[in-house]
């Protein structure tokens, strides 16, 4: 079965430290891979999604970037993090693009920017 | 314009009694699916139901089933015999086929059940 883990669960960093999430898939090949955030109290907001290695899209501009260097690793970094880059973030992956696949996610990282 | 919408930010039950939890969407997407996720206190997303745009019949998995009136663009969520364990965060969700499979999340709706 597959399974999806992310990590690390929890982060606490100083205003302009980099950034590095980690997410990987395990049991299936060449999946669809997203990073979702959510801020306190509110819904996701979608950040990247990857159909392949290399293929990165990004939702919103910001000061975060995401990496596919593997075919089932997906990584959310930032150069320097800024207060509101704090909240729950979440990596997910599907089979793929169709609408009708369901969305699977990891267990989320709580970032807090100090 | 928002492509999602939970107008209920908050939701009271009786335990053992239905709850519909509300959803409308906006699309002009022919192909398109609908989701349910449920977010306990912990951060998870859990996966609850899924409603294909071209399904005749009203999705039903366990205690939940989706209410889809594709004219209306709804997808209520039904929850019968609420259990304590369901309190928590309800998102709705879309996928539009011609959207890169990404997929779009409501504000969410927190149910809280009491005993």
């Known amino acids: 079965s597959q399974t999806i883990h992310q990590w690390p669960a929890t982060l606490v960093q100083p205003v302009g430290s980099p950034l590095s999430l980690e997410c990987t898939v395990e049991g299936t090949s060449n999946p669809n891979l997203y990073w979702y955030r959510q801020a306190a109290g509110r819904g996701l907001q979608l950040l990247f999604y990857s159909v392949g290695i290399g293929q990165i899209s990004s939702e919103v501009p910001q000061n975060l970037s995401a990496s596919r260097p593997q075919d089932r690793q997906f990584i959310l970094s930032s150069k320097k993090l800024l207060l509101s880059d704090s909240g729950f973030y979440l990596c997910?992956?599907?089979?793929?693009?169709?609408?009708?696949?369901?969305?699977?996610f990891g267990e989320g990282s709580w970032l807090t920017v100090v | 314009a928002q492509k999602i919408t939970q107008t209920q930010p908050g939701m009271f039950v009786q335990e053992k009694e239905a709850v519909t939890l509300d959803c409308t969407y906006d699309?002009?997407?022919?192909?398109?699916?609908l989701f349910w996720y449920k977010q306990p206190s912990s951060g998870e997303m859990i996966f609850l139901i899924y409603?294909?745009?071209?399904?005749?019949q009203n999705a039903t998995e366990g205690r939940y089933s989706l209410n889809f009136q594709k004219a209306r663009k709804s997808a209520n969520l039904v929850i019968s015999a609420s259990q304590l364990g369901d309190s928590a965060m309800y998102f709705c969700a879309m996928r539009e086929i011609n959207q890169g499979g990404k997929l779009i999340f409501g504000q969410g709706t927190e149910l809280s059940v009491k005993p």
């Open positions: 699309t002009s997407d022919p192909s398109y699916g």
């Open positions: 997910a992956w599907s089979t793929t693009g169709g609408s009708g696949n369901t969305i699977y």
């Open positions: 409603q294909g745009s071209y399904d005749q």
